[in-house]
């Protein structure tokens, strides 16, 4: 009995027959793999994009100030009490020189009576060369409000490279700011009320 088997045709015929049967013209769709069309963007789009990206930078920009003018504050504060000594009585002086600054008070030299802030230069300088005990003595709340100058530091640097654009931060950094602005508001207060209740006593003469 004789057996007959399909054998596949020359490859140069195979060939031959593809592309016999492939039609330029003709709609290939099933033959041609299909490409993803990507989506063109309208002039409107792009402006409202490159606005987006403005705000971006803006708003970068302007947080870095923020948190550059911070930060500077503090550290100008800390270096001042830092290179000043405390002389005898009010006066204060440039530490290894021993030149004396001029009194700075203005309700001292107007009326002969310390104002609020006196002394607490004098505890800043204690308190940036770690004699706390000094410090205490001078003015009790210099060393809340010297405290309150070393956070500041954290904060601002945090503040410059906090995340943009993001809503949860923008949020938590609003709170941060609130409460650090009512608790500045909170000891200038409490320095008023000391002030005060100096000024009935007779003791600010």
């Given amino acids: 009995m ?23 013209g003709a709609n290939n769709a099933e033959a041609l793999p299909p490409q993803a069309e990507r989506p063109v963007a309208t002039p409107g789009e792009i402006i409202a994009d490159e606005r987006t990206q403005a705000v971006k930078q803006r ?38 020189l021993g030149w004396s600054l001029p009194e700075t008070c203005g309700l001292r030299l107007q009326f002969g009576l310390d104002c609020p802030g006196c002394g607490l230069t004098r505890s800043f300088i204690h308190l940036a060369h770690g004699e706390w005990h000094q410090a205490w003595q001078l003015h009790w709340m210099g060393g809340l409000l010297f405290l309150y100058t070393l956070a500041q530091i954290p904060l601002a640097i945090a503040y410059a490279w906090q995340p943009a654009n993001n809503a949860k931060s923008s949020r938590a950094w609003r709170c941060v700011v609130y409460l650090n602005e009512r608790l500045l508001l909170g000891l200038l207060a409490l320095l008023a009320i000391r002030w005060i209740y100096k000024l009935l006593n007779g003791d600010l003469l």
């Fill in 59 to 96: 708003g970068q920009s302007y947080r870095r100030r923020t948190a550059t003018i911070w930060l500077l504050g503090p550290l100008a504060v800390l270096l001042g009490a830092r290179i000043l000594t405390h002389g005898n009585g009010r006066e204060v002086q440039i530490l290894g």
């Fill in 2 to 24: 004789n057996t007959h088997t399909n054998s596949p045709p020359p490859i140069g015929k195979a060939c031959e027959s593809e592309s016999l049967n492939f039609d330029p």
